[in-house]
């Protein structure tokens, strides 16, 4: 574009962004105080927090309209890695796509001896989001289950030598509704035996365990930008981690399975396009073209990153606000004798993505009685996850000691199926949802 047509174009599109600002301001304001009628307005477990400066990027991103990865992808991979303090971050189109990466990374013939093959386990836990553990059945690795701490509801790790076989190969875990698992112990678990750790960070996005983020402990770390997760850039997810060859495959199989790693639009960055010899291929055949991997194509658009760009910039605050959200609840709650509220580790500093609650035994009422009651009362409940993934159809063609194993039995895993639940604590909830929610488990629970 030259001269006057630059001109204009600025002009116009200035004009557009500004619009864009006044229209989401007029649509989307902020929630104001007197907004919230007890009784008739849900209370969401979780929400969106946006405002003008995402809907800017993202009217200014599709104005370009590069759409697929460019500048604004560039842009919020750098910032993320640089917040979490990792060389590298990939943006990938969704949590469960963060984690099929994750996985398939450490199946990769570059890892050599410790690249997880058909037939290898991997240790992880039953209570949990399905798309933690798919990757690994998907490949025809066998997942080994250990049973869960009912306290923090994450992996009990006084079970992890039970389930160690001269087949492990990886320990794959999330951090239960951002509640950190024990890091150091289950880190120490795997140098000692040689083991890969993916740390399923979708729910704890800037939680710390003795100072250091969630996800950056273990060889590689997800996130999901979905909507209810702590920012979104509508459906989205990113893989991360320090370790440069991990980083190197995960490119390749997020972009084909290709060996180059030039950007969309891109061509001969390496400088040796024509010049190489790759597997029998003929000598300088085109290395745009050169498959390394069997990957996939699990990019998300830069009209997602411009978005994620704008949250991310206001994450440190979000957590914050989910903090003090958690802390709200827990002092509002905290003497109902019928609950088992979460806890946490002395060396974890949690940023919450949700307030579980575990019904104990001889409460008078189950979790589905409480959950039918809060809905009634327009406050949205959810269960976590998956409770048990071994009782789901998912697992009725899988063979028990073929296609996955226990190690010990799962008693607390079924205790949190069948009497946990969880509602929200999103940044945009503000204090009057939260005290209509603490009212209305406490009058429930005879308080
Ligand atoms: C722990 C965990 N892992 C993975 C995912 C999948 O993320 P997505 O919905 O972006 O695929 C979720 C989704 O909520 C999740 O909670």
């Not at 304001?29 to 008739?40: I, Q, T, Y």
């Not at 599709?62 to 990792?86: C, D, I, P």
């Not at 009634?376 to 996850?385: D, E, H, P």
């Amino acid at each position: 574009m030259k001269g006057d047509t630059q001109m204009k174009a600025e002009e116009l599109k200035k004009e557009i962004l500004e619009k864009t600002a006044e229209y989401c301001r007029l649509v989307h304001p902020p929630e104001r105080a007197g907004d919230f009628k007890p009784g008739e307005t849900k209370v969401n477990y979780a929400g969106r927090v946006f405002d003008e400066r995402e809907m800017v990027n993202l009217v200014d991103s599709s104005l370009e309209f590069w759409l697929t990865y460019g500048r604004w992808s560039r842009k919020f991979e750098k910032g993320l890695a640089e917040y979490l303090g990792v060389r590298k971050a990939l943006f990938v189109n969704s949590g469960s796509s963060a984690n099929l990466l994750a996985f398939m990374t450490l199946t990769s013939p570059l890892l050599g001896d410790r690249r997880v093959k058909r037939g290898d386990e991997v240790i992880t836990v039953a209570a949990g989001f399905p798309t933690t553990v798919a990757p690994v059945v998907q490949h025809g690795a066998v997942p080994v289950f250990v049973d869960m701490d009912l306290a923090t509801a994450n992996v009990d790790v006084t079970k992890l030598d039970a389930a160690l076989s001269a087949r492990t190969k990886a320990v794959v875990l999330a951090h239960t509704l951002g509640n950190p698992f024990d890091l150091k112990t289950v880190k120490a678990f795997c140098e000692k035996h040689g083991l890969w750790l993916v740390e399923d960070n979708c729910d704890a996005l800037g939680s710390r365990f003795a100072g250091r983020y969630t996800g950056t402990w273990g060889d590689i770390g997800t996130s999901s930008f979905y909507p209810p997760h702590h920012m979104t850039t509508g459906e989205g997810g990113a893989v991360y981690t320090d370790d440069p060859l991990l980083g190197r495959i995960a490119l390749s199989i997020r972009d084909w399975g290709r060996d180059c790693w030039c950007e969309s639009g891109r061509d001969n960055t390496c400088g040796c396009r024509f010049t190489k010899q790759f597997g029998r291929l003929p000598a300088g055949y085109d290395h745009k073209y050169v498959y390394s991997h069997f990957g996939y194509n699990l990019k998300a658009t830069d009209m997602q990153a411009a978005v994620g760009c704008a949250q991310l910039e206001k994450f440190p605050g979000f957590v914050m606000k989910r903090k003090a959200n958690f802390e709200r609840l827990y002092a509002g709650l905290k003497d109902v004798e019928s609950l088992r509220l979460f806890s946490k580790l002395p060396e974890a500093d949690p940023s919450w993505f949700g307030f579980l609650m575990t019904v104990k035994p001889g409460a008078g009422f189950t979790r589905n009685d409480l959950a039918k009651h809060l809905e009634s009362r327009f406050i949205q409940t959810r269960n976590l996850f998956a409770g048990n993934i071994l009782r789901h159809p998912c697992f009725d063609s899988l063979v028990e000691g073929v296609d996955y194993r226990v190690a010990g039995d799962l008693a607390n895993t079924d205790v949190i199926m069948n009497s946990s639940l969880w509602i929200g604590l999103y940044p945009g909830m503000g204090d009057e949802r939260l005290d209509y929610m603490i009212e209305a488990v406490r009058r429930f629970c005879g308080k």
